[in-house]
C-alpha cells in the first residue's frame, strides 16, 4: 500500500494547524513529524510540545523520525506524546537491537533510518526488528534538497532484499521527493513518500492529489 507521509517541516509554522486539516481533508493518512536535535544534524526542529499538541487535534498517523544522537533517551516520552512509528538513525544508536526492542515494548512501530552514504548491512541482523527502513535520498538536515540519484539503485536492492526475505516492511524515502522524482523512486520500489515542500508549497490539496495520482498509475503498472 502506499502513503504519503507529508513532512510538517515544509509547512508554515505559523499556520500549522491550519495547514495540518487541508492534508487530512485531502485524503492523507500520515503526517511527517521530523526531530532534530542540532547535533546528529545540524538543525533544531520540534520536539515533545509539538508532538503532544497536534496529537490532541488530529487523528493522522504520526510518523515520528529521531534525526538525534542517542535517540534511545527519548523513545518513550514521544510514544506517550502520540508517536505511532518512531524511527531512529543507525548511524546515531549506540545498541540498535535494545532500542527497536524499547520502541516495540513501548506499543509503537519501529523504523531504521539509513543516509545516503551507509550502506544497507547496517540492516543485516535486525530485519526481524522493524516494520520499515527510511532511505534518506538527501543528507538529513535541511528541506528543500534535490534528490540525490544513486539512491535509486539503493531502493531498488532494499526492495530485492525485502522480497527474498518474504517479509512485509515498508520502504519509505525522504528527500528531494516532488513531481519529478516521485514516479522513480516508486519505480524502484518505495511505498512511503516523505515530502516537504513537495505537499505545502502552493496548493496543498493539489500537491497531494498529484501524488495520489502517481501512487495509482503505479499500482497499476504493478498490477499489470
Known amino acids: 500500500m502506499y502513503q504519503l507521509s507529508p513532512s510538517i517541516l515544509g509547512a508554515d509554522f505559523f499556520r500549522l494547524g491550519e495547514q495540518i486539516a487541508e492534508v487530512e481533508k ?36 504520526f510518523d515520528v523520525h529521531l534525526m538525534v544522537e ?18 531512529i538513525h543507525a548511524e546515531a544508536c549506540i545498541h540498535l537491537d535494545r532500542t527497536l526492542n524499547l520502541i516495540h515494548e513501548c506499543g509503537s512501530r519501529a523504523g531504521i533510518a539509513l543516509n545516503p552514504a551507509t550502506s544497507l548491512t547496517a540492516l543485516d541482523f535486525v530485519m526481524d526488528k522493524i516494520d520499515m527502513v527510511l532511505l534518506m535520498t538527501v543528507n538529513p538536515g535541511f528541506g528543500g534538497q534535490s534528490y540525490i540519484e544513486c539512491c535509486t539503485s539503493k531502493i531498488r536492492k532494499l526492495k530485492g532484499i525485502i522480497d527474498a526475505l518474504g517479509k512485509e516492511i515498508d520502504i519509505e524515502v525522504d528527500g528531494g521527493i516532488n ?20 505537499v505545502f508549497q502552493g496548493n496543498i490539496a493539489e500537491n497531494i492529489h498529484m501524488f495520489q495520482k502517481k501512487f495509482s498509475e503505479c499500482s497499476v503498472l504493478t498490477e499489470e
Open 26 to 61: 485531502a485524503g492523507c493518512e500520515w503526517l511527517h513529524i521530523d526531530v532534530m536535535d542540532g547535533m546528529f544534524v545540524p538543525s533544531i526542529s520540534m520536539g515533545m510540545p509539538v508532538i503532544s499538541s497536534l496529537r490532541k487535534k488530529t487523528d493522522l498517523f
Open 70 to 87: 542517542q535517540p534511545e533517551r527519548y523513545v518513550e516520552e514521544f510514544i506517550r506524546c502520540g508517536a505511532d512509528m518512531i524511527t
Open 179 to 198: 513531481e519529478a522524482t516521485v514516479e522513480t523512486v516508486l519505480k524502484a520500489g518505495a511505498n512511503i513518500i516523505v515530502a516537504g515542500s513537495g
